[in-house]
């Protein structure tokens, strides 16, 4: 059973920066995809940003600009770096390890609040 383990959440203040951490029990290349994902109260859940197994970053168009996606090979972390925070960042927001559409692995979510 693959494990997805989500960190670094917390409240900050509009403006601030938070970055978070996915760290998978398996080699993470072996996924075709890691990504994040949010889930704000009442909303569907939405992509934030991916990052494929060649490389290949997308971004939503909402964070673009402000958050970052990237990998450490040596510590088998996917990291989400998202500065300028906004109170609509607002989320619970959780890391996705995708083998294939049907075959993938969420972590149990991790909250991000920003407010005054």
């Known amino acids: 059973q693959v494990q997805v383990v989500e960190s670094g959440g917390g409240s900050v203040q509009p403006g601030g920066s938070l970055r978070l951490s996915c760290g998978v029990s398996r080699n993470m290349f072996s996924f075709n995809v890691m990504a994040w994902y949010r889930q704000a109260p009442g909303k569907q859940r939405e992509l934030v940003a991916s990052?494929?197994?060649?490389?290949?970053?997308r971004y939503a168009d909402s964070v673009t600009g402000r958050f970052t996606i990237s990998r450490d090979a040596a510590e088998n972390k996917v990291y989400l770096q998202m500065d300028s925070l906004k109170p609509e960042d607002t989320a619970v927001y959780y890391c996705?390890?995708?083998?294939?559409?049907?075959?993938?692995?969420w972590g149990q979510g991790i909250q991000v609040t920003v407010s005054v």
């Open positions: 996705k390890a995708e083998s294939n559409p049907r075959i993938f692995h």
């Open positions: 990052v494929t197994n060649r490389g290949y970053k």
